[in-house]
């Protein structure tokens, strides 16, 4: 499809200026593009029920006659309710509609509709609100699309008629025919018409499976041959291992499973003819940063500049203070950069960079702007890594000259989705724990549990240590989810009160941030109630206790991801999970959690229960977004790095012209341009 990829929107119909800047925002400049807009969801109005059949389904589309039109009635204010008695063979049910007169006018006594919406029983009548309607002749399967603004999916619908109506008589599909085969995938030109008007359920279900393939493809494609560019690089050899001097000045004495990563990161860097290209996995606790630490202590004595990022301000900070703590009797500089260093400061820093003045710099993505420059950048640590775009990570890299990287992957990914994901990124496994700590105990709750636990929390803080509480939302809204700012208010009528209670979000300045998290840090908080910024890396060994409201709401990984942030010390830690949730599904994945304190058991699990869909959908990854992705199984990803294997060692370029199409969408994927 390249050429509709030249042809602007604003071409298609009823598509004007304004318009237009609604479909940019959706992603779609081009009509090309609009074309890869794929539908959130369908309306299947081909099989319609009956009255009795809909009030035993979920939404639906239900055939029925109008017996009677009741006139409209002013409720309050504008509000005005429509009422209609629709019937089939062997029911009635009410409908009603909202100010929805241009609906209400198109009903006609005694004439035969379809009404698609829920039925629900209400105390023996049956009824329908605001239900889309529709005369019997036009029983197709609608798209539903992403909803921008004030687009509705209606008008896209509309657009994308029009555009593929100008797709070309034979489209030239990326995916070649005997792949096509082999996986039993059927054709762009079926694909792209079936995913927006399928002819039947089934035609739709092939075509997703079709883009769900393809986009995997193009992903692992992209991924590998981002990797292999690297390998061909020259590297920053190191002539050194000091290991030795920097356990001197180490507090604590390593782990095997430290001692035995930082060996082979070394190894990396003294042997390979190419740059280290090292994910370095371990489950919260393990001891990654000192890892981190050591490695860039030998890269330094090496004469080569570190770049440390970390996807917090708050994390960035702390790294630096234990950074900082750590090398305070070596003459190694450290500097700390993020989006709230004063410009200043921030000019000063880049001096003593381009200088070589500072050695390690830790930072966020405030690393990677324009005028950070470095004089010897040769080897780049970024923590969580999943965390940053593939992008975000490649612009840092290159202010170096094929620096060494390493990356840090607190979230296990499961390893099945690592190794496909980062491909030939060398793995090393911290699978053991620093001695002398003990498995946080778990426990799942509900609501009416509440007081007990706060007597409990009572005792542990008069015993000294300090408790998280975790709220997902920020602010009251009309959502029934406790927010950080109603529960902190909340707590002060009961046994906690006389504890000081702070608490932490997003939304606050950094600087309010850090000076939270450094009382916190320094035992001055007793109790810190919080959103999930502190999900990530915050290293306080005095917390025992990890409270989490709503814990439905979270993934377990993430939820293991809490739970970490207690158990970091020597005295016993506790993770309390409040839900009143009553589905058994979601009561069985919470449950894994008191079952187990194995990341990695636990994101085998997720992936399990949610696909990993999620780990694309989530965004906890870093790469491109996918659009079709979050609909796929296991399998898919397996099929299609196979193929994407399969290609590669064939045409490791995408030279021969039976991929040019391939390559093109590889290349949009990853926009390889602005990398390189
Ligand atoms: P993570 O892998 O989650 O990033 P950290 O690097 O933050 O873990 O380490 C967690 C805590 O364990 C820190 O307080 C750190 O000082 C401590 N720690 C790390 N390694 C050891 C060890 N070998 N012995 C004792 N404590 C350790
Ligand atoms: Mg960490």
New binding site residues.
């Given amino acids: 499809m390249p050429s509709l990829y030249k042809i602007p929107i604003q071409t298609l119909n009823k598509v004007g200026p304004k318009k237009a800047e609604l479909f940019r925002k959706l992603g779609a400049e081009s009509v090309g593009d609009l074309l890869r807009i794929y539908p959130r969801t369908y309306e299947d109005w081909s099989n319609p029920l009956t009255i009795e059949e809909a009030v035993q389904s979920d939404v639906c589309c239900v055939r029925a006659r109008i017996e009677k039109i009741c006139p409209p009635a002013r409720i309050r204010g504008n509000m005005i309710i429509y009422k209609v008695i629709a019937a089939d063979e062997y029911d009635h049910m009410n409908v009603t509609f909202f100010n929805q007169k241009y609906t209400y006018e198109k009903l006609r006594s005694g004439g035969e509709f379809l009404f698609y919406g829920c039925v629900r029983n209400n105390f023996g009548s049956y009824e329908m609100t605001s239900p889309a309607v529709s005369d019997t002749v036009s029983s197709v399967i609608h798209p539903i699309y992403p909803q921008v603004g004030t687009l509705t999916s209606k008008q896209i619908e509309n657009a994308m008629q029009q555009a593929i109506k100008m797709l070309p008589e034979k489209t030239n599909d990326p995916i070649p025919r005997d792949l096509r085969e082999k996986y039993g995938i059927c054709n762009l030109d079926f694909a792209i018409r079936n995913i927006h008007f399928p002819v039947n359920n089934d035609a739709a279900v092939r075509s997703k499976k079709r883009f769900v393939f393809e986009e995997l493809l193009i992903l692992q494609l992209g991924i590998a041959m981002l990797n292999r560019g690297r390998i061909c690089a020259v590297s920053h050899k190191i002539e050194r291992d000091y290991t030795d001097e920097f356990l001197k000045l180490?507090?604590?004495?390593?782990?095997n499973a430290?001692l035995r990563s930082i060996r082979e990161c070394i190894d990396d860097m003294l042997k390979l003819e190419h740059p280290m290209n090292r994910l370095i996995q371990?489950?919260?606790?393990?001891?990654?940063?000192?890892?981190?630490a050591a490695v860039c202590y030998t890269a330094v004595k090496n004469g080569l500049q570190c770049a440390f990022m970390a996807p917090t301000e708050i994390l960035a900070q702390?790294h630096y203070e234990?950074l900082t703590q750590l090398f305070k009797a070596s003459d190694v500089h450290i500097a700390l950069l993020t989006g709230s260093t004063t410009a200043a400061e921030k000019r000063r820093i880049n001096d003593l960079l381009i200088t070589g003045s500072i050695d390690i710099i830790i930072g966020t993505h405030a690393l990677i702007s324009d005028d950070v420059s470095f004089n010897r950048l040769g080897l780049v640590v970024t923590?969580e890594q999943h965390r940053f775009g593939v992008r975000q990570r490649s612009m840092l890299i290159s202010k170096g000259d094929s620096p060494h990287i390493m990356v840090?992957s607190?979230t296990p990914i499961p390893r099945t989705l690592a190794l496909m994901i980062f491909g030939d990124l060398d793995l090393s496994v911290?699978d053991e724990l620093?001695?002398?700590?003990q498995k946080t105990d778990t426990y799942l709750v509900d609501g009416s549990k509440r007081h007990r636990i706060y007597g409990f929390i009572k005792k542990h803080i008069e015993n000294g240590n300090q408790c998280y509480i975790v709220c997902p939302l920020v602010e009251k809204g009309d959502s029934p989810l406790v927010s950080a700012e109603e529960y902190a208010e909340s707590l002060k009528k009961t046994v906690l009160s006389g504890f000081r209670t702070e608490i932490l979000h997003g939304k606050m300045k950094s600087r309010e941030k850090d000076r939270i998290m450094n009382e916190f840090a320094s035992g001055n908080i007793d109790i810190l109630v919080s959103t999930t910024v502190i999900e990530v890396?915050i290293?306080v060994?005095n917390a025992t206790i990890m409270l989490i409201e709503n814990a439905e709401r979270f993934g377990l990984s993430q939820l293991h991801q809490l739970r970490?942030r207690v158990g970091?010390?020597k005295d016993k830690a506790y993770c309390i999970l409040i839900s009143d949730i009553q589905k058994e599904s979601s009561l069985e994945r919470l449950q894994v959690m008191c079952k187990t304190n194995d990341g990695f058991k636990i994101a085998d699990e997720d992936l399990r229960l949610r696909g990993p869909g999620d780990f694309f959908g989530t965004r906890q990854h870093g790469l491109p977004e996918l659009k079709t992705a979050r609909l796929t199984d296991m399998m898919s990803l397996e099929a299609a790095g196979k193929a994407a294997a399969e290609i590669l060692s064939s045409d490791p370029e995408l030279e021969d012209k039976r991929h040019r199409a391939l390559k093109f969408e590889v290349q949009r994927l990853f926009s390889f341009e602005t990398i390189n």
């Avoid at 180490?250 to 782990?255: G, M, N």
């Avoid at 620093?434 to 700590?437: A, E, L, V």
Wanted: positive net charge; hydrophobic residues 30%.
């Fill in positions: 180490l507090s604590f004495v390593p782990t430290q371990g489950d919260v606790g393990s001891g990654k940063t000192a890892v981190a702390q234990s923590d840090m607190a911290l620093p001695p002398g700590r890396g290293n060994p970490g970091r010390g």
